[in-house]
Each structure stands twice: as C-alpha cells, then as structure tokens.
C-alpha cells in the first residue's frame, strides 16, 4: 500500500517554464488536495477536489491549475514559472473530508 | 490574515518531560481542529484530533485540549522521547467545510526533545 505518491521529489525551473506535479493515491479517497509549505509559513491551500471531474480553488491557486479525471490522479500545473512559487507542495487526500488527511512526501521546487 | 497561529516556532525539553505545544485561533468558526507531525523530508502525519465540542482528547501519550472561550488549543506530549522530534503542526477545519475537508495550518512548532 503506497498511500500518496509524489513525484518528482526536486525540481528546480527557470523562470516561465511551466511544469506538471504529480500525484496519485492508492486508497480510493474521493478527496484530494494541494498544499504548499513557504519557509515559516503554515500550509496554504492551492486548490482540491471531492470527487473526479470536481476541482475547485483554495487560498492561493493563482498560477496553477488542476485536473482530476481519475479518482487515483491529481496533478498540478504551474503555468509560466515564477520565483514566488518556489516552495515545497504537498498532495493530500483523505476518504470522506472529515477525519485527518494522508500526506504525500512533497516535491521541493525552486524557480530561478 | 494568519487565523490560526503557533506562536512559539521551537521548544526544547528534556527527554522524560511534558512537551506542551500551543496554537491560537482568530475566530469561532472551526468546528474541528487537528494536530500533524512533520519529519524532514516527509509530509506531515496525522497524530490527533478533537471536535469542537469537546474539550479534551486522550491517544496514548498525547492528549489535546481545546479552550473555546480563550481560542486556544494545545497538545500535551508525556512523557516526550528523542523521537518525538519534529515540526508540529496544528490546523482548524472552518464551519461548513465538513464536505470539503479544507483546513486551515498554523505555521508550525519544531519540538527538539534531548536524551
């Protein structure tokens, strides 16, 4: 049981290049989530989904965007790379939304 | 706005001793609240929950408690080990959003505990 998986672990991309975060679950969860961890900051929501076909936005989705076609994938798409999105992103997804989350182990990226 | 707050970013105790970690809330509006542990280079884990209605939630050796009238929550490790090293996180899931599961994070406490 691999629980969520992230790939890639590190990235570092220049500025406007555009890249796709992957991540995937194994437990059948209809929720799934994407955080992003700043230095000294708490976890920001970016955007997440309650079922496939459904996404909707979080705190801080501007610069991203999201897709959910499957129940087991849900990527993130940066779009035009900026240094603000250097942060570590983490995909989350949870069984029915009420209870505590399973986290996948992140992907640290750094735009330059 | 920062709505939910961990104001100390560290705490260090001695092995053996109470590790008390604290996180302050802006408004009522959180019906859930959750606390996380995060190693290096790991995503964060799920350690312990309490609902809104309660005020204390007992799992082994960690035990949180939620004072509503002071906005405030806080996790009691005891006795605290050399493992329980890490960045703790606490977040507050805001009322209505039991069909999302959205939570809001405070910025995290990294606990050193010292053998």
């Known amino acids: 049981n691999a629980g969520v998986t992230q790939t890639p672990k590190f990235r570092i991309l220049k500025i406007g290049q555009s890249m796709t975060l992957q991540c995937a679950q194994d437990?059948?969860?209809?929720?799934m989530y994407w955080y992003r961890q700043d230095p000294g900051m708490g976890l920001k929501l970016i955007y997440y989904?309650?079922?496939?076909?459904?996404?909707d936005k979080g705190e801080v989705p501007n610069g991203y965007n999201v897709s959910r076609s499957t129940t087991e994938d849900f990527p993130l798409r940066l779009e035009l790379a900026a240094p603000s999105q250097t942060s570590v992103y983490f995909c989350?997804?949870?069984?029915?939304?009420?209870?505590?989350?399973?986290f996948g182990s992140g992907t640290r990226l750094t735009v330059v | 706005d920062q709505q939910v707050k961990q104001n100390s970013p560290s705490l260090s105790v001695q092995e053996g001793r109470i590790s008390i970690l604290n996180c302050d809330y802006t408004?009522?509006?959180?019906?859930?609240f959750l606390w996380y542990k995060k190693y290096p280079a790991e995503g964060p884990t799920f350690l312990i929950s309490i609902s809104s209605i309660k005020d204390k939630n007992e799992d082994g050796r960690f035990t949180v408690f939620l004072n509503k009238s002071a906005k405030h929550l806080s996790l009691h490790i005891v006795p605290s080990q050399p493992g329980d090293s890490a960045v703790y996180f606490c977040?507050?899931?805001?009322?209505?959003?039991?069909?999302?599961?959205?939570?809001?994070f405070g910025q995290g406490t990294t606990l050193q505990v010292k053998p």
């Open positions: 977040a507050a899931r805001p009322h209505g959003s039991s069909n999302t599961g959205k939570l809001i």
């Open positions: 989350a997804s949870s069984y029915d939304g009420h209870y505590g989350y399973t």
């Open positions: 437990m059948n969860h209809n929720y």
């Open positions: 989904s309650v079922g496939a076909g459904i996404t």
């Open positions: 408004n009522s509006m959180f019906d859930y």
